[in-house]
């Protein structure tokens, strides 16, 4: 590029900033995935769905890792020696940025807004990149981007699966002690009486697993779908008691205003409700609740179920607010490793955190924590 064509140097400057916020994104999301923490705005949001999916890593190595390294190598790249790196990995980047937001909006249906964060500041690295090259590098950049699609895609596909969930616990291989009309999950500390919460399955199934959820909260919808297959996969072996964990400071004292979900708490209120009153129709109710939810809706569907005095009446027991602060209660105690939802008591010490990478994968690992 002669000097009459060279780039205002602001230009470079630009693409540095923003190559080292990326940085900074991807390390971020790589801290809070490998320690099992909560991202910032998005607990139990898609963020934590996404990052669950098979599409969150490549070759087993999670994607924000590979992203961290990109950058750093493309800062390197002002490096004189290392110059010759630079439009493959902006093509690299220009190409990770396109298939990954593809995925999000077209296979998944769902935005993670740090990583459409990431992908977004990639593709602004990229033309900043381009416009501090010769006229002709858009063309190398290009053919770069359409090598690591063409590469990405059957990695992802035919390559090993990262899951986004993780089981915590003793490997005992018990299952949760269960007596009469009870279960005890942590040598005694959690004891659920089996008749007394809203349940997915018969109450005398010979695995009662116990699932910490958010009506509004989508890893938790996605999940539901697994509890229903792992029901079904195994007929009258099985049954969830679904314990409502509204992540809404208004009944939840263990969330920031800031990470409120506007009526989470009025919905659970609702679920309750209806369990204490039509246990028998409850499980319809959850299904199409999940699928749906909001205050509006658990009203309305409750209104099919129970007159407006009797829906009053269920919500004024004083019991319902008593087991919404035992969930959440319990909820934090078992979050000191991991703030993921949903949670899955499995039996004894053994507590999955998040979502799996998808159904077959969930089904394959309950199957082996159950002894099935």
């Known amino acids: 590029m002669t000097p009459a064509t060279k780039p205002p140097s602001f230009i470079r400057i ?40 098979r599409w969150s890593s490549l070759l087993g190595l999670p994607i924000p890792a590979l992203g961290a390294l990109v950058y750093v190598l493309l800062l390197l790249s002002f490096i004189p020696l290392l110059e010759i790196l630079r439009l493959p990995l902006l093509g690299a980047i220009a190409g990770a940025a396109c298939w990954f937001i593809a ?16 992908h977004g500041i990639g593709l602004a690295v990229v033309l900043c990149g381009v416009l501090t090259e010769n006229p002709g590098a858009w ?14 895609i059957p ?20 299952a949760a002690k269960q007596k009469g009309a009870s279960v005890s999950f942590n040598d005694g500390k959690f004891i659920y009486q089996i008749a007394e919460h809203p349940r997915i399955g018969p109450a005398d199934a010979e695995r009662v697993l116990v699932e ?6 989508p890893a938790c919808q996605t999940m539901a779908g697994y509890i229903e297959a792992i029901v079904s996969a195994h007929p009258g072996r099985v049954a969830v008691l679904l314990m409502p964990v509204p992540l809404e400071h208004d009944c939840n004292p263990h969330m920031g205003a800031n990470r409120a ?18 246990p028998d129709a409850f499980p319809v109710f959850h299904r199409k609740l999940i699928a749906a ?14 007159d407006e005095r009797a829906l009053s009446a269920a919500l004024a027991n004083p019991r319902i607010d008593q087991t919404i602060a035992t969930h959440t209660a319990a909820w934090a105690g078992l979050s000191s490793s991991s703030e993921k939802l949903p949670k899955l008591l499995i039996r004894d010490k053994r507590i999955l955190h998040g979502l799996p990478s998808g159904e077959a994968d969930f089904l394959r690992v309950m199957k082996q924590e159950l002894g099935f």
């Open 139 to 152: 063309r190398h950049v290009s053919a770069w981007a359409g090598l690591a699609v063409f590469a990405i």
């Open 103 to 118: 995925v999000q909006a077209i296979i998944l249906g769902k935005f993670c807004p740090w990583c459409m964060t990431a």
């Open 212 to 217: 910490f959820f958010d009506y509004q909260c």
């Open 261 to 278: 979900r506007e009526g989470s708490c009025a919905i659970a209120r609702i679920a309750l409700a209806v369990w204490s009153k039509r």
């Open 293 to 306: 939810p909001s205050e509006s809706a658990a009203r309305r569907l409750a209104l099919e179920l129970l």
């Open 155 to 174: 990695m992802q596909v035919f390559g090993p699966v990262k899951s986004g969930h993780r089981i915590e616990g003793a490997g005992a291989t018990q």
């Open 14 to 53: 630009l693409l540095v900033a923003l190559a080292t916020a990326a940085l900074g994104v991807n390390i971020y999301l790589l801290t809070r995935t490998l320690g099992d923490a909560a991202i910032a705005g998005c607990g139990g949001g898609p963020c934590d769905e996404v990052l669950a999916s």
